[in-house]
């Protein structure tokens, strides 16, 4: 049972491996969320063990991340920066004599034992074990051996590795506060190694060490450590500790219902956040892939996710990825973002656009902030306000027009543009109401003039309405501008 009077401990417990996955940084989220709605500590943990995978810079990236996106950890290890808390060291190859000593603590109550195996030998029990159809598993050689044949290897100097004795008979059962009860048959739990022959643990062993030393109650990780956690509670009492609570998040589906993967599209948090996609908007998402409020609320800022977040409202079953829904957050956020802030959020993406007064920039803006899903959308979506569309001629022509009718529109436009004060060309609301009396003066339809103004213009069908386009290009390019396209448009037909 947990104790409920202890302070709430979490832990994100990363690989430095490079990127952070979209489910990583749920599984950091919820951490966090947990920790502060109960007035927690949250900590960070980076599980290095596996020095083949190491990236460089890989911590510093993670912070930078986290950071960008509001989680924060009140202890761990902080790459350059250093080390913060009274549990650490917090990178766990700073941590080898400690995961020796408890090694060495569970040989000695027969609850893991020395291999000697060579590499061939085992490779040799695997091959025998696949050709009978045989899960690959230790055969166990070195946990019958002899105490004089132990004390001989072990006096040879022989390379060896510690492995964890799973009882033979039996099963272990622990309680998930996501998935309830889970047994696991120890006739399908592996003797697997806890220390490796160069002084590292294994991950199996580290999480198990340091989730107690470092007084952690509360584990929350993905649910692909559903099954193996058995194996870590039977070393949570070989050593004789109380264990943390766990929590397995559901899995993160493509919406095939595949488990996520970048084969679909992007699945690393960096690259969403190069794309655009504001971070509020990001851990609104991600809060509800496996979150579910149990209300009609979809939209949450970190506040009131910390306020309302309980573990006893994560779903069983995988939570799927729906972009479009991203998409859909990411528009609602970007909407209430004044035009001064969302700019600047978007000249680093229009930055090859060529340069553009403050003004016009912030007039396209408020224009195209209603449609826009991503930032880096902004550079197709607001192209024409840069440079002259480009588009087939029959674009041109409404549906209940023709060439020839448009052809005189156009040349219609262009001398009424001609004789159109600047006051009024750059002005929307006195240029809308100067066009339309002037359609009326000539009694045209509106879509005979105002469709092909606005393929003139944009170059497509779909854009702020003619007017605000026209206006704008002409208080930005100016009136040569907006002369010059509707001349291309009239000498296309
Ligand atoms: N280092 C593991 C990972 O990155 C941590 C799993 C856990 O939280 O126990 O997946």
Redesign the pocket.
């Given at each position: 049972m947990v104790d409920n009077s202890k302070t709430i401990r979490t832990r994100f417990?990363?690989?430095p491996t490079g990127f952070v996955h979209v489910g990583?940084f749920r599984?950091a989220l919820f951490a966090f969320l947990f920790a502060r709605h109960n007035g927690g500590v949250n900590v960070l943990r980076v599980?290095d063990t596996d020095q083949n995978r190491l990236v460089a810079g890989a911590v510093e990236n993670l912070l930078a991340v986290m950071e960008k996106l509001g989680v924060t950890f009140d202890e761990g290890y902080f790459g350059k920066n250093g080390e913060k808390g009274e549990y650490g060291p917090y990178l766990q190859s700073a941590r080898l004599d400690i995961y020796k000593q408890y090694a060495d603590e569970l040989i000695a109550n027969g609850a893991a034992y020395y291999c000697f195996c060579s590499e061939e030998r085992l490779e040799e029990v695997r091959k025998e074990q696949i050709a009978l159809k045989k899960p690959a598993m230790y055969d166990r050689h070195c946990r019958s051996l002899t105490d004089d044949e132990r004390a001989a290897q072990l006096e040879s100097g022989q390379p060896r590795v510690v492995r964890q004795a799973i009882p033979v008979h039996g099963s272990t059962t622990y309680q998930d506060l996501v998935y309830g009860t889970i047994t696991i048959d120890h006739s399908i739990l592996d003797d697997q190694i806890l220390l490796k022959s160069d002084g590292f643990p294994t991950?199996h062993f580290a999480?198990v060490v340091d989730d107690h030393l470092m007084e952690i109650t509360h584990?929350i990780?993905?649910e692909e450590?559903l099954s193996s956690t058995p194996k870590h509670v039977l070393l949570y009492d070989a050593l004789g500790w109380q264990m943390p609570a766990f929590a397995h998040m559901p899995l993160i589906l493509n919406p095939d219902k595949t488990k996520l993967s970048k084969r679909q599209g992007d699945v690393d948090v960096e690259s969403f956040l190069k794309q655009g996609y504001l971070p509020d908007a990001l851990v609104n998402f991600v809060a509800l892939l496996g979150w579910n409020p149990k209300t009609e609320q979809e939209i949450f800022s970190m506040e009131q996710l910390i306020a309302q977040f309980d573990l006893a409202k994560v779903n069983k079953s995988g939570a799927v990825f729906d972009l479009a829904k991203l998409d859909w957050l990411n528009n609602h956020y970007i909407k209430q973002l004044p035009d001064e802030k969302l700019a600047d959020l978007c000249k680093p993406y229009l930055a090859g656009m060529g340069p553009v007064s403050e003004e016009y920039l912030l007039a396209i803006i408020s224009l195209e902030k209603e449609r826009l899903k991503k930032l880096s959308d902004i550079v197709l979506q607001t192209e024409y306000f840069f440079k002259a569309p480009q588009y087939e001629p029959q674009l041109l022509v409404w549906r209940k027009s023709d060439a020839a009718k448009t052809k005189q529109v156009l040349a219609l436009l262009r001398d009424f543009v001609n004789v159109t004060p600047d006051e009024t060309l750059c002005s929307i609301s006195k240029f809308e109401e100067s066009l339309k009396a002037f359609i009326a003066e000539h009694e045209l339809d509106n879509g005979t003039v105002l469709w092909p103004l606005r393929v003139a213009m944009t170059g497509r069908e779909k854009s702020p309405t003619p007017f605000e386009v026209t206006a704008t290009i002409a208080q930005g390019l100016g009136r040569a501008e907006v002369l010059a396209r509707l001349e291309t448009a009239h000498s296309l037909l």
């Open positions: 417990a990363p690989s990583n599984t599980e991950y999480v584990v990780r993905g450590y």
